[in-house]
């Protein structure tokens, strides 16, 4: 692992999803640290995922950290902090995709 980045982003849903069960859909694997927290490998890096109202089953607004950048991410072109947020975005894309799918 890298030193750890620890760039965050809030994040605010249009209706409430259960997170949990999105991730198991997109075999995304993640710890169940509590009913409010996960840590997610997302492509190859680490999220902490933490809601801000409710348990994650019923996730309404989230701050999503990135602990780790993948090993493959672009840090010979971009600062960490870039690759970080941009990983975040990607990661929030697939939330919401998935959640439009239903």
Do not use: C, W
Request: glycine content about 4%; overall charge negative; proline content about 2%.
């Amino acid at each position: 692992m890298s030193k750890s980045v620890d760039v965050s982003q809030q994040y605010t849903f249009t209706s409430s999803i259960d997170v949990t069960a999105i991730l198991d859909r997109l075999e995304v694997q993640y710890l169940d640290v509590n009913e409010h927290r996960a840590i997610v490998i997302f492509a190859g890096g680490i999220l902490n995922l933490e809601s801000q109202v409710g348990p994650l089953t019923d996730l309404e607004r989230a701050e999503i950290t990135v602990y780790d950048l993948p090993l493959n991410s672009d840090r010979n072109t971009k600062s960490e902090t870039e690759a970080a947020i941009e990983l975040i975005e990607d990661f929030k894309n697939q939330l919401f995709g998935a959640t439009n799918a239903v």
